[in-house]
């Protein structure tokens, strides 16, 4: 491998071909300069501190049926909960006592009534509960510009919504084909959510049966050309109680999915420094310290899951989810553990807002 060639190929902007060569690296020296590179640049751009996001699974129940996902409507094996306001504000008090800066609720979609009054009745209360002092991400899916800007006025600052695949065609492939799982609506929806005023994140599935090269990096493009400031992306997960699981022949071997989405960060890393990019847990769901590899790669937050212990197992998007039967503190001394030992340092209770964001 000529090495100044290599060297060319990580700087100045990234062209699809450019991308191309890099996703397809092999040679393992190779991929060890590309993952130092993108460490090097987010240390020095926006420097070697990671964000803590409190994950709060609050409600399993959804509305779609997306053909990946084990929590889809459609799935009778799953025991459907909703967490209890009380218990959703001690998780909150949860992260700001122990400096977490910043908690993430998710749920299911649903667009109902009820569903869109309840979260903003949690956002008020929450920010009652502790004074403020935390930021909120939402990730509860499409809704109305009328809902996204109520939440936004009660103090969501954040808001994530995953593409999971933008090649349209392929998008198609892992959903149902019907309005509700409309991919025109969900570009829609990201865009709305950025009008309003929300750090919008996106993300996608690396490794999903039909997924070519071209595809990720059109991801990649697709990310860096969005306007959203947070991203989350992991590798697929099967889960054996979904449609997609019947074409799990096609995949890639579990290590090879964990290496291509580290390839991803560092490249995105590279393509824009300053936004957020968290190391997920499906990373840790097929490598034991997959989180430590996404932040030597460039990743810069890690969400610890602080969802009642209670509900954790029912929350069961794809199969193997770690630490479903960890106490949350627990949880939290081993995240402190994994962030300096890979060099990094812990944003102890700073909302962590991206840089990409600010300026
Ligand atoms: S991915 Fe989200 S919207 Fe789709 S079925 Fe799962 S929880 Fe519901």
């Known amino acids: 491998m000529n090495i100044a060639m290599n060297e060319r190929m990580m700087t100045g902007a990234l062209t699809f071909e450019k991308i191309k060569y890099l996703l397809l690296l092999d040679d393992k020296a ?22 803590l996001r409190g994950l709060i699974e609050f409600s399993n129940r959804c509305a779609k049926n997306c053909l990946y996902c084990g929590i889809r409507a459609s799935n009778s094996n799953v025991e459907r909960y909703t967490v209890s306001d009380d218990d959703v504000i001690e998780a909150a008090m949860f992260a700001l ?14 667009s109902d009534r009820e569903f869109t009054s309840h979260i903003s009745s949690l956002l008020q209360k929450i920010h009652e509960a502790t004074g403020h002092n935390l930021r909120i991400t939402l990730s509860c899916g499409e809704q109305s510009e009328e809902v996204y800007r109520e939440w936004f006025r009660l103090g969501a600052q954040r808001y994530l919504l995953r593409i999971e695949a933008s090649n349209p065609e392929l998008y198609k492939k892992i959903h149902p084909d019907n309005e509700n799982h409309s991919y025109n609506r969900r570009l829609r929806s990201l865009k709305t959510l950025i009008d309003s005023g929300f750090q919008t994140g ?10 070519t090269i ?4 059109n991801d990649l493009i697709f990310i860096r050309d969005s306007g959203v400031v947070m991203v989350g992306m992991g590798p697929y997960v099967e889960h054996a109680e979904t449609p997609l699981y019947e074409h799990r022949g096609k995949l890639l071997p579990a290590e090879k999915r964990v290496e291509l989405t580290l390839k991803m960060i560092a490249i ?19 490598d034991e310290n997959g989180r430590e590899l996404g932040l030597r790669a460039g990743a810069n937050v890690i969400m610890p899951n602080i969802t009642p212990v209670l509900y954790k197992k029912e929350y069961d998007l794809y199969e193997g989810k770690p630490a479903l039967h960890d106490e949350p503190d627990e949880v939290g001394e081993a995240i402190e553990k994994l962030i300096t030992n890979v060099g990094c340092q812990v944003g102890w209770s700073e909302w962590g807002d991206s840089k990409f964001y600010s300026n």
């Open 268 to 286: 995105l890393r590279l393509m824009r420094p300053t936004i957020n990019i968290a190391s997920t847990t499906a990373l840790q769901t097929l």
């Open 97 to 110: 006592k122990n400096k977490y800066g910043s908690i993430v609720l998710q749920s299911g979609e649903r």
């Open 214 to 217: 071209d595809d990720l990096i």
């Open 30 to 51: 190779d991929i060890a300069k590309l993952i130092e590179k993108a460490r090097q640049k987010r240390d020095t751009t926006i420097g070697n501190k990671v964000y």
């Open 202 to 211: 996106t993300g996608v599935m690396i490794g999903l049966p039909f997924q």
